[in-house]
């Protein structure tokens, strides 16, 4: 398959790999296919044996382990990045997380440790990317992207404590990308539609939630990595130059939805 639009010379870090379900996995391969130079990083032994075979496939010259909640380990990450490549174009955060027991029942049950867990994983770890890429990308024209979900612009049940953490992803993107703008950095995020991967697994009713947007989106149908992939290849590419602190809806048009399509099949004459 021929590339979309070429990104030869271009170097990207991608952060949230979990298997070849993963968003992530997608956006990595369609960075791959238009010539772009992809390290990794994965978060503990298990995923490590999953995420190695996925970057090696994809001739990946750096994969390194990293637990986001440790700082010393984000900085030793950068630190390998800058001794092997010097600086760095695209910085991919895909990383979120949530105790189950706080996604079971009413928002108001999400325990003090649970919220500082989910704020920590899902919203500060793209603050402590950000701090440590912003030297590397300095002069490169580079682009920060995040990952995000409809929930964090209206309730989603069951999704409690992860779309208030979301909500607070969105708006970090908006204050990156004051930060980081003056130095020729953009930061966007894109708020996907449902999709099966390991991280919707803890989400409670995950197949009426597919089958609920499938029949109210406009195209009637779900998003697919693939989708999400493409998308997030428009905004890390010069196409998107001009877009920064921007969160795209790659949702097959669901969130434009006030109440689930009609169907309009016009009655037969009598």
């Known amino acids: 398959m021929e590339p979309i639009l070429s990104l030869d010379g ?3 870090l991608i952060f949230g790999v979990a298997n070849d379900r993963s968003i992530a996995w997608a956006i990595a391969q369609e960075l791959h296919r238009a010539g772009c130079a992809v390290g990794f990083t994965y978060a503990g032994e298990a995923l490590g044996k999953r995420v190695t075979p996925l970057a090696q496939s994809l001739n990946s010259p750096f994969i390194e382990p990293c637990d986001v909640a440790d700082d010393a380990q984000i900085e030793r990450v950068f630190s390998l990045w800058k001794e092997k490549f010097g600086t760095l174009d695209i910085l991919i ?4 997380f949530a105790d189950r027991n706080d996604l079971k029942e009413h ?6 440790a649970g919220f500082h867990l989910a704020m920590d994983i899902s919203v500060y770890s793209l603050v402590a990317m950000a701090r440590h890429a912003l030297p590397l990308m300095e002069g490169t024209n580079g682009s920060i992207l995040t990952l ?6 209206k309730v989603v049940k ?3 404590i992860m779309g208030v953490a979301k909500a607070a992803l969105e708006a970090s993107v908006r204050y ?4 980081l703008g003056p130095k ?16 919707a697994s803890g989400i409670g009713d995950f197949r009426a939630m597919l089958k609920h947007h499938e029949k109210t989106s406009p195209l009637q149908r779900n998003v697919s990595q693939e989708d999400v992939g493409k ?9 998107a130059s001009g877009i920064t602190g921007e969160i795209m809806h790659v949702d097959c048009g669901y969130n434009i939805m006030s109440t689930p399509a009609i169907d309009e099949t016009p009655e037969k004459a009598e």
């Open 10 to 12: 271009k170097k990207a």
């Open 184 to 199: 020729g950095i953009r930061v966007n995020g894109i708020s996907a539609g449902p999709i099966k991967t390991l991280a």
């Open 176 to 179: 990156l990308a004051s930060d």
């Open 107 to 112: 928002y108001y049950t999400t325990s003090r």
């Open 93 to 96: 955060h895909a990383v979120a």
């Open 158 to 160: 069951r999704y409690n």
């Open 231 to 239: 998308s997030a290849l428009f905004l890390c590419s010069p196409l």
């Open 148 to 153: 995000t979900y409809y929930g964090a612009e």
